[in-house]
């Protein structure tokens, strides 16, 4: 008995460290995942992402801009799943990049890695894990290209 409690707990927080929830919203999926990967829900939390739609039409030096609908149909869509834990913590900015914890994991990552052409920035999250878009971002399945697997 005790020795099930144990490999749960394991389970769960090892499957919280390494992942989110998948970003499974088709019109989320549609809109926003198109220029970039569509990043999970959980990654910011909700003032955040209140930021982000309520500023597309300057996305980031580019214009993002949706229909009424489609923009608060999203939008509840990702309060309803944004994060609150350690991933956002302190993170009001409208990018998951810039979120003390996400810095903290990538202080390692050598900037050349990042800046090649392959890679560009830190925001391209596919480039690196590999299994990002399932929301899985456990070091097992990060492989830098030309560099290879993270160890
Ligand atoms: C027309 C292209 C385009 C579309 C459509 C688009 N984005 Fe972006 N998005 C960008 C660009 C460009 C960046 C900046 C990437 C970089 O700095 O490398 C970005 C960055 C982001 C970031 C910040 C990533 C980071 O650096 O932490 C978030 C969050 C984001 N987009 C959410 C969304 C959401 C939500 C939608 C749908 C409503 C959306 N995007 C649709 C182009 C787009
Ligand atoms: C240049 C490659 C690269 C890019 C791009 C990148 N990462 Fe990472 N990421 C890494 C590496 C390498 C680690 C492991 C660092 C370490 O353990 O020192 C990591 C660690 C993580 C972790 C912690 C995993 C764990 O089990 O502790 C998360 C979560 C994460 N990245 C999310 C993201 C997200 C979200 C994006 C995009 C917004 C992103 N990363 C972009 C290379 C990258």
């Not at 020795?3 to 460290?17: D, G, P, Q, R």
Request: charged share 20%; net charge positive.
């Amino acid at each position: 008995m005790k020795k099930v409690v144990l490999a749960s707990v394991l389970i769960a927080s090892f499957a919280w460290c390494s992942g989110v929830p998948a970003a499974t919203d088709p019109l989320y999926q549609k809109e926003c995942a198109s220029c970039h990967f569509g990043y999970q829900p959980a990654l910011l939390n909700k003032a955040s992402w209140e930021k982000v739609m309520g500023s597309l039409s300057e996305h980031f030096g580019t214009d993002a801009s949706l229909g009424k609908e489609d923009s608060q149909a999203i939008l509840s869509y990702l309060v309803r799943n944004a994060g609150n834990g350690k991933i956002t913590t302190g993170n009001d900015t409208t990018r998951i990049t810039l979120s003390a914890y996400f810095k903290r994991k990538h202080r390692e990552v050598p900037l050349k890695q990042i800046l090649q052409k392959e890679v560009g920035s830190l925001s391209n999250c596919m480039a690196c894990h590999t299994t990002a878009d399932k929301g899985s971002y456990s070091e097992r399945y990060i492989v830098i290209p030309n560099y290879g697997r993270w160890e």
